[in-house]
């Protein structure tokens, strides 16, 4: 205490008024994607602008919080370079949030001839908004399990045609070498545990096959549970 009313008494007698933040401002509650710094649609309302230079498939989805570094910077979903993604929480605690926010930004981005979207929706049915956008192909929901067959057996062919067509080579190397012919195909699930539990676990075996391979062949992952 002594010390504390010191140092008190050395910064009134110097006029130094200026209080030290420790710390930067608590993460706001509601934050929209045009507020963070960098966020660029492409999509201007009635087609999208063909993004430049190296192939890229990322999108913002919030602020992300670094106190040791005393920073806060947009968080950047990017499959390109980190492949699959999964989000992990418990009840209502926003993973199908984070999912609606990340479509919402890739749809934003890229047109339907640089990624095509399927879904399964087990949870609140919040992928319903992205249901009749050009990009996605389809999305099953809880209840219509039948459709899921038909929808992995796609997934199956995908993997199949991509494993003739790149002939040993990479997505990204084809892409590199004969442009954007071939749109990357984004498989989301949200909540991933009630799909297993209602389908039986039936799906296990191509599901393992999409996150061993599908990296190499532009077909990505993107779960909740």
Known sequence: ?????????????????????????????????????????????????QPEGVWKLSAMAGLSDDPVNQAQLPMEVDFAEGGHHA???????????????????????????????????FSSRMLAPFEDMPHTGGIVYEGLQEKAGRLFHLMGQFLKERKELLKGGT?????????NSLPAVLLVIDNYAGFKEKTANEYEDILIQIAREGVSYGIFLLISS
């Open 1 to 49: 205490d002594a010390v504390v009313e010191y140092l008190k008494k050395t910064a009134l007698d110097n006029g130094y008024t200026r209080g030290m933040q420790l710390w930067l401002p608590v993460l706001p509650e509601t934050l929209y994607l045009e507020e963070l710094s960098g966020y660029e649609p492409l999509f201007d309302g009635s087609g999208w602008k």
């Open 87 to 121: 989000v992990c929480g418990t009840v209502a605690s926003g993973k199908s949030t984070f999912l609606q926010t990340v479509l919402y930004a890739l749809t934003g981005r890229y047109s339907p001839d640089w990624l095509n979207i399927y879904g399964i929706d």
């Open 171 to 179: 997505y990204a190397q084809y892409v590199k070498n004969v442009g």
